[in-house]
T-cell receptor, first 114, second 115 residues
Framework: DSGVTQTPKHLITATGQRVTLRCSPR?????VYWYQQSLDQGLQFLIQ???????AKGNILERFSAQQFPDLHSELNLSSLELGDSALYFC?????????????FGPGTRLTVL | AQTVTQSQPEMSVQEAETVTLSCTYD???????LFWYKQPPSRQMILVIR??????QNATENRFSVNFQKAAKSFSLKISDSQLGDAAMYFC????????????FGKGTHLIIQP
């Protein structure tokens, strides 16, 4: 158990819908990262927050957005969902704001878009 | 853009034997980190080992060691005395210290341990 929690574990929804994935980092960690793992794209970095501020942006679609709240939990919002958005979404946390520090990954949220 | 290539989609090894997983990367930068992550069937991503590009000495963590060849841009993972619990997907990852892109991952190698 990494100490990072993600809810829900599984999510099944329809095309065009909007969903919110939630992540609680390890106690004391200030940075949260979001990754998408799909069969065709592999593991891709989406976005990073550090102490409430956006720190880095990767291959995140405009239909996706994220935020980190004052209690440091983070939410990833996915809207206008398409079949290709079906994937495993990971959240990871680290103490500081650079990925050279060890990132602790959550168990992931499996999103299925039908 | 940086790329990470793992040329072995799948590897198989007998229990207690040694196996080496390959990783090459493409970058024009000199100050970066390389990682190996393990993803068992539980899907949890676990850091196995980390190497800083400026350190000449290869990193070692118990049965796991790397062979870091900076000039060749190669970063292989050696697992000694393979155990059934080592069965997993292994991902090589890169991070440039001057960048803001998070980790760049390879496609992964599926490691099978034969009892």
């Amino acid at each position: 158990d990494s100490g990072v929690t993600q809810t829900p574990k599984h999510l099944i929804t329809a095309t065009g819908q909007r969903v919110t994935l939630r992540c609680s980092p390890r106690s004391g960690d200030l940075s949260v990262y979001w990754y998408q793992q799909s069969l065709d794209q592999g593991l891709q970095f989406l976005i990073q927050y550090y102490n409430g501020e956006e720190r880095a942006k990767g291959n995140i679609l405009e239909r996706f957005s994220a935020q980190q709240f004052p209690d440091l939990h983070s939410e990833l919002n996915l809207s206008s969902l398409e079949l290709g958005d079906s994937a495993l979404y990971f959240c990871a946390s680290s103490l500081w704001g650079t990925p050279m520090n060890e990132q602790f990954f959550g168990p992931g949220t499996r999103l299925t878009v039908l | 853009a940086q790329t990470v290539t793992q040329s072995q989609p799948e590897m198989s090894v007998q229990e207690a034997e040694t196996v080496t997983l390959s990783c090459t990367y493409d970058t024009s930068e000199s100050d970066y980190y390389l990682f190996w992550y393990k993803q068992p069937p539980s899907r949890q991503m676990i850091l196995v080992i980390r190497q800083e590009a400026y350190k000449q000495q290869n990193a070692t963590e118990n049965r796991f060691s790397v062979n870091f060849q900076k000039a060749a841009k190669s970063f292989s993972l050696k697992i000694s005395d393979s155990q059934l619990g080592d069965a997993a997907m292994y991902f090589c990852a890169y991070f440039w210290k001057g960048g803001a892109d998070g980790l760049t991952f390879g496609k992964g190698t599926h490691l099978i341990i034969q009892p």
